[in-house]
């Protein structure tokens, strides 16, 4: 990996660089190989802002011409992630093609992934190899009693596992890729969803797990409660929770308290989101 890339220029890990740095997603990764309780990425909606959600999905082989237009727009870019719209390890072939291609053109740029962690440990020494600075390991539990409640199902090739043992297989993963990534340098942000009554008990938990592993930091993000999704009649955890448990989670570990829960096609700054400009380059490379 670039040992010369300014990772100080990645708006998500440095609060200070937000009004400076932007980062753009490449949506180039629709499938995903889990089923969490609170994601729905059916809808396909230019107004709502979250995960999951994007305009269009954009083939790897036209990422390079859809970043060329996005600096062309928005020349304060630094990172360049793929945040799905599903997870992009389960679309390692997809994702590592894009980074490939980007990076014969724009190998001073950071990259930055997100991913359950599931299909991610096989893929840690080529994502090293590309100069993938940054990457986001969702774990919101470390007890696959608690696991089992957030996961509908876990696949691993072609067999799909439910229930405790599920959540046991997700969390091996996941435990074993923040320690990968540690071990090739790779800056880890740990993301954990905060659930009210299912898993905000239990939090803390992980972020000393999250911090035994030398993982950077935490983002402990509110739950959105998302229609047709078991966890859609949900309460979204209350400012008072979110204060408390970010502040319990920083003393073990660094907290990110500016997440804006981006879609997967975001553009820009973190505070002034241009990716509806972009849509109309994104539909027509798209096609
Ligand atoms: Fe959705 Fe991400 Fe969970 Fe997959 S890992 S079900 S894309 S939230
Ligand atoms: Fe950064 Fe949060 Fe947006 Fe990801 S979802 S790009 S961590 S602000």
Redesign the pocket.
Known sequence: MSEAKDRSKH???NKETSGSCG?V?LPVAPGCNIQCNYCNRKYDCVNESR?GVTSAILPPDKAVEYLDEVLKKEPRIT?V?I?GPGDPMAEAKRTIETIERINEKYPDMLY?L?SNGLALPEHVDRLAELGVTHV?VTMNAVDPEIGAKIYSWVRVGKVVYRGVEGARILLERQLESIRLLKAKGITV?V?SIIIPGVNDHHLIEVAKVAAELGADIQ?L?PLHPTADTPFAGMEEPTKALIHELRAKGGELVPQ?T?????RAD?VGL?CSDRSSELIPTLNKLAC
Do not use: D, Q, Y
Not at 258 to 262: A, G, L, S, T
């Open positions: 708006p998500c890990f980062r997603h995960p990172v992630g945040a930055c997100s986001t942000k993301n983002n993000i990110m500016h997440c804006k829960r981006c975001a973190l």
